[in-house]
């Protein structure tokens, strides 16, 4: 039983977190063993049917730029021209939950991440999660049942109230509970060995 845990605050769709996520792959590979890591989704923006408006759209693919120019993240930038973009998280939330009760929560945040910056495929449709649910092998049925059902939108509003009750300003964000104690844990793009000394030394 780890007597530690590492909340990783996020949401599939920001593109900070994909920025993040090879120094969040060396990070958490560099782990001590008696802490437990679990994913949080934040929900950045709730289910919209708007298009998004085209100065969203151009201050978002802006955020891209430069993560790009930071980090040499990749990102289809296609995805603007090839969707109808719009302002709804809840949807990749959501796939992310279903996923997890078929232990396939990281895969399918990665499945998400890649099928929105890569190959320019739309997030916020529900056919995405489905579609990406069936090439990850997933049992196809009992995600959609699952995708819509009651149950997870109780789980998903327990989930973004615990993100709110965390000491975050934004995502993703790192929170390690230690004996009963919060701690806020350094977050840096480039380099993941800030943060495990840090978590090393709480531990310790």
């Known amino acids: ?10 949401d599939p769709m920001c593109s900070w ?3 993040h996520r090879p120094q969040w ?18 929900g950045l923006a709730p289910d919209s049917d708007k298009a998004m408006p085209l100065d969203q759209q151009q201050a978002i693919g802006g955020y891209w730029k430069k993560i790009e120019g930071m980090l040499g993240t990749q990102f289809n930038h296609d995805f603007w021209q090839q969707n109808t973009p719009r302002r709804s998280t809840y949807p990749a939330c959501r796939s992310v939950i279903a ?3 078929q232990n396939a ?3 399918m ?5 890649e099928a929105y910056y890569l190959k320019a495929k739309n997030p916020s449709d529900t056919e995405t999660h489905l579609l990406l649910a069936t090439e990850l092998g997933l049992d196809a049925e009992k995600f959609s049942a699952d995708f ?9 509003k327990q989930e973004l109230q615990f993100a709110r009750t965390l000491p975050i300003n934004g995502f993703p964000s790192m929170v390690l509970q230690h004996q009963g104690q919060v701690h806020v844990i350094p977050l840096d ?6 943060a495990i000394k840090v978590i090393t030394e709480i531990i310790s």
């Open 148 to 156: 819509s059902s009651e149950k997870l939108a109780k789980v998903f």
């Open 25 to 42: 792959e060396h990070l958490q590979a560099a782990l001590p063993e008696s802490v437990a890591v679990k994913n949080v989704v934040g």
């Open 99 to 101: 996923a997890r009760w």
């Open 109 to 113: 945040i990665a499945a998400i991440q």
């Open 105 to 107: 929560e990281d895969k």
């Open 1 to 10: 039983m780890s007597d530690s845990t590492l909340f990783y605050v996020h």
């Open 17 to 19: 977190c994909w920025g």
């Open 189 to 194: 793009y480039k380099d993941y060995r800030g």
